[in-house]
């Protein structure tokens, strides 16, 4: 099977799986929260735009995570699917001039549209004797499997298109990704707690809070590419990349 088949058979394995929980997620969700769903969803759908390239690795990352945890934790399935879906096309519509990629338009829908709707599906889910949509347990595990739901499709896809080590990948991509996932945890938390007490309209806030996080990040990240590429214009580090290349 040569490489383009690869791609495309796991793209529409993505799409598969997203369909068939997407479609679970609507017949398990029941109630609605219009206004408030429609908030997050532009929210999320105007921060989408606010990207970070990350260094070292072909993709980068969206600073609307914490509306899309959000609507995960504070919406029904569906509508976290519908948020996630119309963000992440918005994210991933080219900028002018740019070449629109239908295959990467539709890995990175079914991709969220999964992660999104597992993560909601498990926040949500009523064990014995345990409710975890109550308790702190359930934003952690809700956080944990939008994280893997996210970066372990986005690792497998890079490793099957470039030839490369899957897990060193997941590997460098979770070590750039996984404290923003915790910051957007802490900014959930602090959504719902506002909304319980002051209502939702105020929660949402927070569109200040997640500028300076962008500010913060593309600082950062520069800043890190920046002593890459210095890194590797000088002789020891070029004779490192020859000798990786060999």
Known sequence: MNNTRRIKTFIGAMMLAAAITA????????????YFALAVLVLAAVTSRMKVKL????????????????????????????????????????RKNAKFNPQQMAFNLSMMAFASCLASL????????????SSTIGLVLATATLFLGQTAPVAAIVAVSEGK?????WWSLAHLSFPYYIVSAGVTTMVQA???????????????????????????????????RAEALRPEGRVRAASAGA
């Open 23 to 34: 479609g679970y997620a609507t017949f398990v969700s029941h109630a609605l929260h219009t």
């Open 55 to 94: 260094p070292g690795i072909n993709g980068n990352m969206s600073v609307n995570l914490p509306f899309l945890l959000t609507a995960v934790v504070s919406l029904s399935a569906a509508e976290a699917v519908v948020v996630t879906c119309v963000s992440t096309a918005v994210q991933c519509w080219p």
């Open 122 to 133: 498990m926040f949500h889910a009523h064990w014995p004797g345990m409710q975890w949509s």
């Open 165 to 169: 080590a899957a897990g060193q990948i």
């Open 194 to 228: 506002v909304s319980s007490h002051m209502g939702w309209g105020l929660a949402l806030a927070v569109f200040p809070v997640m500028y300076g996080i962008h500010r913060s990040y593309r600082t950062y990240f520069g800043a890190v590419a920046e002593n890459l």
